[in-house]
C-alpha cells in the first residue's frame, strides 16, 4: 500500500507533498519539510501561492496560515510557526480569522472560498488547534480560544467542516473538561452538508485514537469505516478526496494531500505499520 502510495507522490505531488512523505515514510528530514512550507512565505509573515490549493494567488490568507502550522506540526517544529502568530496577530487582532481576506480578490479561489474578511469558527478553531498542538501559547491565542469557545456554545446546527474544526479545537485545548463537555453536546448535531456527496467520514471527526469523537461511534461503525478508507486506494495508488476541483491542478495537489492524510489516519489506527 506504501509503495503505491509512494509511486503516485513521485508522480503527481508538488514538492512539499513530496518531502512530507518522505519525512513520514522514508526517514526524510523535519527541516526539508520546513524548508518547502517556507517557499509560501510572504514578507508580512503569512503564507499565499496557494500552499492551500483552493486559495490561489499570492496574498497571504488564513487558509495558507492554517496549512503551514499543520506542516509545522506534522514534523514537530515550532521554532518555524513564529512569523504566522505576528501575522495573525496584526491581520486578526480580535482573535476571530476569515475564511478569506479581500485582499485576495482579484485572484483566483474556489466558489466556496468567501474573501469577505469575517471571522468564523471554521478557521479560528483549526488554526487555534495547530497553534495548541504545536505547544504554542500567547496572547493572541488566547483570544482565539475565547471566541472558539463562545461559537462552540452558542452551536445549534453545523455543517460537516464547521463541526469537524470544532472537535479539532476540542482535541487540543487544555481545559479538557470543558471540552469532554463541549463534545458530547456536538455529537448530537446533524451537521448539513454542502452537496450530498460532501459529507465527511468517521476518521475526519476522530483522526486519531484518543481524538474525542472516536466516542460518537460504536468500535464496529468505525472498523467499516476504516476499512472503506484501505479500500479507497485508487489504481495509480492514490487516494481521492471528497469536494470538487475547482481547477484541473488542485486535482493532483489534493489528492496528494488525501493520499498522505489516508496512510497517515491508518497508520495511526494500527491499519498499516
Not at 488564513?62 to 495573525?88: I, N, Y
Not at 470544532?166 to 453536546?185: H, Q, T
Not at 472498523?223 to 470538487?244: I, S, T, V
Request: hydrophobic letters at 40%.
Amino acid at each position: 500500500m506504501i509503495e503505491r502510495a509512494r509511486n503516485f507522490i513521485w508522480h503527481n505531488a508538488r514538492t512539499l507533498e513530496q518531502r512530507w512523505f518522505e519525512h513520514a515514510f522514508d526517514g526524510g528530514s523535519a527541516q526539508a519539510v520546513v524548508q518547502a512550507v517556507l517557499a509560501y512565505r510572504n514578507d508580512d509573515g503569512g503564507y499565499g501561492y496557494a500552499l492551500e490549493p483552493d486559495h490561489r494567488g499570492p496574498t497571504s490568507q488564513p487558509l495558507h496560515a492554517l496549512r503551514a502550522l499543520q506542516m509545522f506540526g506534522e514534523v514537530g517544529a515550532p521554532e518555524a510557526a513564529g512569523s504566522v502568530v505576528t501575522w495573525l496577530e496584526n491581520t486578526c487582532p480580535d482573535g476571530s480569522v476569515p475564511f478569506g481576506l479581500s485582499t485576495s480578490k482579484d485572484h483566483p479561489k474556489a466558489p466556496w472560498v468567501e474573501a469577505d474578511d469575517q471571522g468564523g469558527l471554521l478557521l479560528t478553531a483549526q488554526i487555534a488547534a495547530a497553534l495548541y498542538a504545536l505547544g504554542i501559547s500567547g496572547p493572541w491565542l488566547d483570544k482565539a480560544t475565547e471566541y472558539c469557545w463562545r461559537k462552540i456554545d452558542e452551536l445549534t446546527e453545523t455543517h460537516p467542516y464547521e463541526l469537524r474544526a470544532a472537535v479539532m479545537f476540542l482535541d487540543e485545548v487544555p481545559d479538557r473538561k470543558r471540552a469532554e463537555l463541549a463534545a458530547e453536546k456536538l455529537k448530537h448535531l446533524t451537521p448539513h452538508t454542502y452537496e450530498e456527496d460532501e459529507g465527511l467520514a468517521m476518521h475526519h471527526y476522530a483522526a486519531k485514537p484518543a481524538g474525542l469523537a472516536r466516542a460518537w461511534y460504536t468500535d464496529d461503525e468505525f472498523d467499516k469505516g476504516l476499512d472503506e478508507l484501505q479500500h479507497g486506494q485508487q489504481a495509480d495508488g492514490g487516494w481521492n478526496f471528497g469536494f470538487p476541483a475547482f481547477t484541473p491542478i488542485t486535482h493532483f495537489e489534493w489528492r496528494s494531500i488525501a493520499t498522505i492524510d489516508a496512510l497517515l489516519t491508518l497508520r495511526r489506527y494500527g491499519r498499516i505499520s
